[in-house]
């Protein structure tokens, strides 16, 4: 918004939307957390894309999924992702923490460097072609919460030995 001293009060415009498909694009997340239902409310930011470092120095790109759960998808800043991955729980940003519940489609691929990859139990989705093209990849740690993995996702893996898709799948 171009003024400084005006905040959108944005119940109020979306009040006759009730029963309408409706499409909020914001571009100031500070705002989402103000919306008392978003029920019915297709809510895509373009801001709602942050990086954070990992301990091992690398960068990960998070998608915020639903900003009143504070949950994100994961997935790369570049393919120099390199050795061995964990992929962390939760992330903080601008003070808040997300729990990471999805591993983004195409999240991952390409990144032949990456050797062995540790998902979280908050993980419940690995979406399409995750980890194509990881031809440096040896070993995938998926555990039990994950119910769902997209096709191909561990496709052109031609290094992968390791690895076990739990029965939750």
Do not use: R
């Amino acid at each position: 918004f171009k003024y400084n001293f005006y905040e959108p009060d944005i119940n109020k415009a979306l009040k006759n939307t009730q029963n309408h498909p409706t499409i909020l694009l914001a571009h100031q997340p500070k705002y989402l957390k103000d919306l008392e239902d978003t029920k019915g409310i297709f809510v895509k930011n373009k801001d709602m894309d942050f990086c954070e470092k990992l301990s091992t120095g690398q960068k990960l790109k998070y998608e915020i999924l639903d900003a009143k759960a504070h949950t994100v998808s994961a997935k790369k800043c570049s393919n120099s992702i390199s050795g061995d991955l964990e992929i962390p729980a939760t992330v903080t940003h601008e003070g808040v923490t997300y729990t990471v519940t999805e591993i983004d489609g195409w999240a991952f691929s390409d990144c032949s460097n990456l050797t062995c990859v540790t998902i979280p139990d908050s993980v419940t989705t690995i979406g399409e072609f995750a980890f194509d093209g990881c031809s440096g990849l040896t070993s995938v740690t998926i555990p039990d919460s994950v119910t769902t993995i997209g096709g191909e996702g561990v496709e052109w893996c031609s290094s992968l030995t390791s690895g076990a898709i739990p029965g939750s799948v």
